[in-house]
């Protein structure tokens, strides 16, 4: 019953870099992305329960636009490059549509950082990927600001909290561990805005906790 935006960008971004792997883009292909961006249009601005499934109540988590964004901007890329058809000019009004209601809602101005849901003060380790997803460029000051902020709040000796969970309403138990996914997001960070010797010592860290 939980609703999850995020996945249709997840889904659209795989088919985008298919090609880079050998694997051909076809019709049939397309014709599902085509029914995919049918229905994002009509959830994407609905509050959901986000990337970690929170039990609470739904928010308009800033990750799920992000990816709702980000199917739109791949389904975009992919007709200019390939020539499928779809109403082209539409989903690009959609797609700054979603990036202009972000960068108001869900970004804090007072502290240059973007928030885990829009009008929330609270962080959230999913937003690390801003650069990485193309949203906005590595040296914007907003992601710089977003980084440090994570920083700041979520970064344990190298290890990074998906969120604090005594200020999400998640439905579960305060208190947990890191999350080593978010980790690594931070290393891509790190070497994304040009801090290299910190993002090798943070990826060479997780690695040397692999078992067996």
Not at 53 to 82: C, L, N
Request: net charge negative.
């Amino acid at each position: 019953d939980q609703l999850q935006p995020d996945v249709y960008g997840e889904v659209m971004d795989a088919l985008h870099q298919a090609p880079v792997g050998g694997i051909e883009q076809s019709a049939a292909a397309w014709a599902l992305q085509r029914q995919l961006m049918e229905h994002l249009e009509q959830i994407w601005d609905q509050p959901d329960c986000g990337i970690w499934e929170v039990r609470g109540p739904p928010q308009h988590f800033t990750h799920s636009k992000i990816m709702a964004w980000v199917a739109f901007d791949r389904g975009i890329k992919d007709a200019e490059a390939y020539g499928f058809r779809c109403p082209l000019d539409h989903w690009r009004e959609l797609r700054a549509k979603i990036h202009a209601q972000i960068c108001e809602r869900g970004y804090d101005a007072q502290r240059n950082c973007f928030v885990q849901a829009y009008e929330s003060r609270f962080l959230d380790a999913s937003l690390l990927q801003i650069p990485e997803l193309g949203f906005l460029p590595p040296d914007d000051p907003r992601v710089l600001g977003t980084i440090r902020a994570i920083e700041q709040r979520l970064l344990r000796d190298d290890f990074v909290l998906r969120y604090h969970t005594h200020e999400t309403d998640d439905g579960l138990p305060p208190g947990e561990g890191a999350f080593l996914a978010c980790s690594f997001w931070l290393a891509n960070a790190y070497a994304m805005t040009g801090r290299h010797a910190e993002a090798e010592r943070v990826f060479e860290g997780l690695v040397a906790l692999s078992n067996d």
